[in-house]
């Protein structure tokens, strides 16, 4: 299986190269990428043939809002106008400007 397999689910340890960043949707891994700094999350999703719906790409709009599962996409010091802190608390992060750190696990659905 290479790195950018698409059909493993969370039960099966796929075969990975650490750092990854991993998109999930509930269970099901559909897809994996390694992490490169300084890569958006939308980018990290391209790379991975991963849809991660964007609009403005700027943080405004919230269409790419994403789950954060595991790992650290750090937010900015003020939030964007497409994420707010109950966002934030169940693990909300916006796609087109969040940029990881390092390994991530991202389900692609919105929190709640
Ligand atoms: S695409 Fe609008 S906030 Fe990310």
Do not use: W
Not at 30 to 51: I, N
């Amino acid at each position: 299986m290479s790195a950018n397999a698409v059909t493993a689910t969370l039960d099966v340890d796929p075969v990975t190269v650490r750092p990854v960043i991993r998109f999930l949707q509930g269970p099901t891994l559909l897809g994996q990428t390694p992490f490169v700094p300084g890569k958006t999350l939308v980018e990290h999703a391209e790379e991975a043939g991963v849809d991660i719906p964007t609009n403005c790409t700027s943080g405004t709009c919230g269409a790419c809002l994403v789950s954060l599962v595991y790992g650290d996409v750090p937010l900015p010091e003020e939030l964007p106008p497409g994420l707010d802190d109950f966002l934030v608390e169940e693990g909300g992060r916006l796609g087109c400007i969040g940029v990881p750190n390092g390994d991530v696990d991202i389900d692609i659905r919105p929190p709640l």
